[in-house]
T-cell receptor
Framework: QQQVKQSPQSLIVQKGGISIINCAYENTAFDYFPWYQQFPGKGPALLIAIRPDVSEKKEGRFTISFNKSAKQFSLHIMDSQPGDSATYFCAARKGGNNRKLIWGLGTSLAVNP | DTEVTQTPKHLVMGMTNKKSLKCEQHMGHRAMYWYKQKAKKPPELMFVYSYEKLSINESVPSRFSPECPNSSLLNLHLHALQPEDSALYLC??????????????FGPGTRLTVL
C-alpha cells in the first residue's frame, strides 16, 4: 500500500511553463513534507519542505501548496527551465524520533527548450 | 562543509567477493542512513544509525553489514551479494534534534553492479 501517492508519473513542459506535481497521503500523523530533486547518476537533493501548519511555502521559482483537510500537497515550478529536467520525489515523515521518510514513486519532468 | 561524500563511485563485484562502501560527512550530523535505489524508483531505507548506534534495520539481508566507526563515517560491508542487489547505494545524514526539520542530505551514491 502506497502511503504517499504521487502524480503524474511523467510530465513534459515547455520552457517558461508551469510544472505541477501532486502528492496525496492518508496518515494524519505525518508532520513534515519534503520535496527532493534527483538528476541522473546523482543523489536526491532537498528542494523545499513544508510543515502542515503552513498552507504555502515559496523559494524562488519553487512553491509548495499544502491542503491539510484534503491531505494533499503539490509542487509548482514556475518559469520551468531545461535545467529543471529531473526526477522529483515527494515524501512525508511522522513526528517524533522516527526519521524514516515515506516516499512517493517519483515524477520524471522534462522541460523542452 | 555541507557535503556527504561516498566512495567508490562505481563498483563491480562478483557474487563471492567482499567489498565495502564508504560514506563521510563533516556537518556534525549524528544520524546517518543507507538507502538502496533501483532505476526509476524512490530510495529504499536500509539502515539508520543514531549517535553511532544502529537504530533502524529495515529487515535487510545479512549479506549487507553496516558499520559506524565514528560520528563522521559510515560503512556498508558487502558479502555474497546477488545480481538483484545491483543498484545505486545512497548514504545520507541529518541532525537528530526533535525541534528541527532534520533534513536528510544525500551523497552522490555508489553504483554497484553484481555479476
Amino acid at each position: 500500500q502506497q502511503q504517499v501517492k504521487q502524480s503524474p508519473q511523467s510530465l513534459i513542459v515547455q520552457k517558461g511553463g508551469i510544472s505541477i506535481i501532486n502528492c496525496a497521503y492518508e496518515n494524519t500523523a505525518f508532520d513534515y513534507f519534503p520535496w527532493y530533486q534527483q538528476f541522473p547518476g546523482k543523489g536526491p537533493a532537498l528542494l523545499i519542505a513544508i510543515r502542515p501548519d503552513v498552507s504555502e511555502k515559496k523559494e524562488g521559482r519553487f512553491t509548495i501548496s499544502f491542503n491539510k483537510s484534503a491531505k494533499q500537497f503539490s509542487l509548482h515550478i514556475m518559469d520551468s527551465q531545461p535545467g529543471d529536467s529531473a526526477t522529483y520525489f515527494c515524501a512525508a515523515r511522522k513526528g517524533g524520533n522516527n526519521r524514516k521518510l515515506i516516499w512517493g514513486l517519483g515524477t520524471s519532468l522534462a522541460v523542452n527548450p | 562543509d555541507t557535503e556527504v561524500t561516498q566512495t567508490p563511485k562505481h563498483l563491480v563485484m562478483g557474487m563471492t567477493n567482499k567489498k565495502s562502501l564508504k560514506c563521510e560527512q563533516h556537518m556534525g550530523h549524528r544520524a546517518m542512513y543507507w538507502y538502496k535505489q533501483k532505476a526509476k524508483k524512490p530510495p529504499e531505507l536500509m539502515f539508520v544509525y543514531s549517535y553511532e548506534k544502529l537504530s533502524i534495520n529495515e529487515s535487510v539481508p545479512s549479506r549487507f553489514s553496516p558499520e559506524c566507526p565514528n560520528s563522521s563515517l559510515l560503512n556498508l560491508h558487502l558479502h555474497a551479494l546477488q545480481p538483484e542487489d545491483s543498484a545505486l547505494y545512497l548514504c545520507a545524514s541529518s541532525q537528530v534534534a526533535r525541534s528541527s526539520y532534520n533534513e536528510q542530505f544525500f551523497g552522490p551514491g555508489t553504483r554497484l553492479t553484481v555479476l
